[in-house]
């Protein structure tokens, strides 16, 4: 695998650019008291999330995907072009536990376009792992309570819930090694350079990076500690 400095700096792929992410009402304030409550409660003792409900109001990946009416070629050909490396999958089989995945996520946004297609693959290796799906409008209030590192609400946002309904971990809208580049070049890049090797990191990464970042969430659950991105791993 070619290192990720080289593949920012190789030629790029057009992109389409929507803005500095996938984001929903970033000029309001993010409210944390479901982030709170996470990072406070012990794992017994924690609060069924105010958010499990949504899980139940979602639908299948498979039925957003056949929905997908913007970016549709990107979310059908990421999902079929989707193999899990032999890594990923020791790592999935020696998971414990049954999680379930909220995935806030929108047709449009191409983060969540080359990341959830990915996230649907490792549910369906998976036992004891499902995943829904909302859109935006229904995810706002979660968003807000997950923002990312510089404080927006974006898409995805993707909310790991244990098996009474708990929040366990969270995941949000790029993987990590490609957000702290991202946010580091942000005001240094032109938006087209920008966004052409964001986009060109994606094609190069197949997914690899999603994967395992939610992995380590999901290894967090599974330990008992909330792993978040504005939480310091313990």
């Not at 499990?52 to 549709?72: K, M, T």
């Amino acid at each position: 695998m070619h290192s990720a400095s080289a593949v920012f700096r190789a030629a790029s792929i057009a992109a389409l650019v929507l803005g500095a992410g996938c984001q929903r009402g970033a000029e309001e304030p993010a409210t944390n008291t479901a982030t709170e409550v996470a990072r406070e409660a012990s794992p017994p003792d924690r609060a069924v999330s105010p958010f499990a409900q949504l899980y139940d109001d979602g639908v299948a990946f498979s039925a957003f995907l056949a929905s997908a009416d913007q970016r549709r070629e990107t979310w059908h050909d990421n999902y079929e072009r989707s193999a899990l490396p032999a890594p990923t999958m020791e790592r999935l089989r020696a998971l414990s536990g049954a999680w379930r995945l909220l995935v806030v996520a929108e047709d449009w946004c191409g983060d969540s376009a080359n990341t959830i297609p990915y996230l649907a693959r490792l549910v369906e290796a998976a036992e004891g792992l499902e995943m829904r799906v909302i859109d935006s409008q229904a995810g706002r209030r979660l968003m807000e309570a997950y923002p990312t590192p510089d404080g927006r609400p974006a898409t995805p946002t993707v909310l790991v819930l244990d098996g009474a309904g708990r929040e366990v971990g969270c995941w949000v809208e790029r993987p990590t090694a490609l957000q702290e580049w991202f946010l580091a070049n942000e005001d240094r890049l032109e938006d087209e350079d920008l966004y052409d090797r964001k986009y060109a990191w994606y094609d190069w990464d197949v997914g690899e990076h999603t994967a395992a970042d939610l992995l380590d969430v999901l290894e967090g659950a599974a330990a008992g500690d909330v792993i978040c991105p504005s939480r310091p791993r313990t």
